[in-house]
């Protein structure tokens, strides 16, 4: 009989490329990951591993495996819901990624009403980067996690990994007030609900083609984000600054020290008459993301629909799919 705590691990291993990554996202040593690998090879009776110099691959065997540990794992993930459901009443602990902006404007909200409505539920929020999140749930340091993709930065599907629609987001220009010329069309109101049109993006965008950009750290969907729309448009921004969070990513631009690519949710508050904020024709998406198989479980349940209800009403497609 095939381990299950085994073919978890050989998921992994075809997933992150290395047993060094697998052995670090589980907290295992590599010799540990090493051995039980060579333990489910043992109970396959063939070989799953190549050893390549100093690394391995799969072999057709064991990719072939692998499928059949994605489909095993989302039973597991069913069986476990199920049960859940049949204990009745939520309890002990749910992880739950979620990145700055959400963590800020949507999930206290969601956090007081799943207290309410379940009170011996335990969230435990970690700010985590949309792109760890696929590891950090399939490794089981998250239970679910909120997510985001942008128009030039579509999500790629994750096997043992699905998804649900949240909300959908406005984008914007920032630039400095004092230098900024006049858009090609009045920009739409950022602070209400935004229209389906807007200034033509590209246009926007080579209006400040020369301009100091700023920017999330390289890595990060929002990085991406802003260097494609700039690229879709003709040019590779001057990045000068490179920040995550975007209030002080506002703070910069009021301060004259570039412009920036900011959602919807990155401009609440009130409005700094230093910035001014032109609409784009593109959008940020956020989705609920979970194991294959748990979207069903109470407290991941219960978790979405505290975060839709805490979605605030403003948002550009507030509710995304309805």
């Known amino acids: 009989m095939l381990d299950v705590r085994r073919l978890r691990l050989l998921r992994e291993l075809a997933r992150r490329g290395t047993i060094a990554a697998v052995a670090e996202a589980l907290s295992f040593s590599p010799s540990a990951v090493s051995q039980q690998l060579s333990a489910l090879e043992r109970e396959a009776g063939l070989p799953l591993l190549e050893r390549t110099g100093r690394g391995v691959r799969l072999t057709p065997a064991g990719q072939n495996l692998v499928g059949h540990a994605e489909a095993v794992l989302e039973r597991l993930e069913r069986a476990d819901a199920d049960l859940a459901e049949a204990r009745g009443g939520l309890a002990g602990a749910l992880r739950i990624g979620a990145f700055p902006t959400a963590t800020r404007a949507i999930v206290p909200a969601a956090l007081t009403a799943l207290a309410r409505r379940h009170p011996g539920l335990e ?77 033509d993006q590209g246009t926007v965008l080579r209006t400040y083609a020369e301009a100091p950009w700023i920017t999330a750290t390289p890595g990060t969907l929002c990085h991406a984000m802003t260097v494609r729309a700039c690229q879709a448009a003709g040019f590779t921004p001057r990045v000068r600054h490179q ?52 979207g069903a479980h109470p407290a991941v349940a219960a978790l979405g629909t505290a975060l839709r209800a805490a979605v605030p009403p403003d948002l550009a497609g507030s509710r995304a799919g309805t």
């Open 243 to 294: 920040v995550d969070e975007f209030a002080t990513v506002l703070a910069l631009v009021a301060a004259g020290q570039g412009v920036a690519v900011v959602p919807q949710l990155g401009v609440t508050g009130p409005a700094d008459p230093a910035v001014r904020l032109t609409r784009l024709l593109m959008e940020r998406r956020t989705n609920l993301a979970f194991r294959s198989g748990a």
């Open 123 to 199: 969230p435990m929020v970690s700010e985590t980067d949309p792109a760890a999140v696929a590891h950090a749930l399939r490794a089981g340091d998250l239970d679910v996690a909120l997510v985001h993709e942008y128009d030039f930065v579509p999500a790629e599907p994750e096997p043992g990994l699905a998804t649900e629609p949240l909300y959908v987001e406005a984008m914007y220009l920032a630039a400095p007030a004092a230098e900024a010329p006049a858009p090609p069309e009045a920009p739409a109101p950022p602070r209400g609900p935004a229209e389906s049109g807007g200034s």
